[in-house]
């Protein structure tokens, strides 16, 4: 799941949504049938950002083609909101910010 979110760049800021620190929270719960119901929790740079329904399809789409999962819901959530502190080194090199 992590390596699908991993994939998903924002395409207003040229890194991935884990990188950026976007994705607060990943839950796998197995079920009855075998498969897993796979919960993720993220957020956006902005609460305004036109790209976040995109986003979110793409790693709804990504995560159903994974073997193993019966169903997905990526919720946005607010809380904390987003900063720049929350990027990881990498994504800080990539943009320039120290």
């Known amino acids: 799941v992590w390596k699908v979110l991993g994939g998903i ?8 949504i884990v990188n950026l620190g976007l994705v607060y929270g ?9 498969k ?5 929790q993220m957020t956006l740079t902005a ?14 789409m990504g995560i ?13 959530v607010w809380d904390p909101p987003w900063n720049q502190e929350m990027m990881t080194e990498e994504a800080r090199m990539q943009l320039g910010i120290e």
């Open 9 to 16: 760049v924002d395409p207003e800021i040229p890194v991935d």
């Open 26 to 34: 990943v839950e796998v719960i197995p079920q009855k049938d075998g």
């Open 36 to 40: 897993s119901q796979v919960n993720v």
């Open 47 to 60: 609460p305004g950002c036109t790209m976040g329904p995109h986003m979110m399809a793409e790693a709804e």
């Open 64 to 76: 159903y083609a994974l073997d193993g999962v019966s169903g997905v819901n990526v919720e946005f």
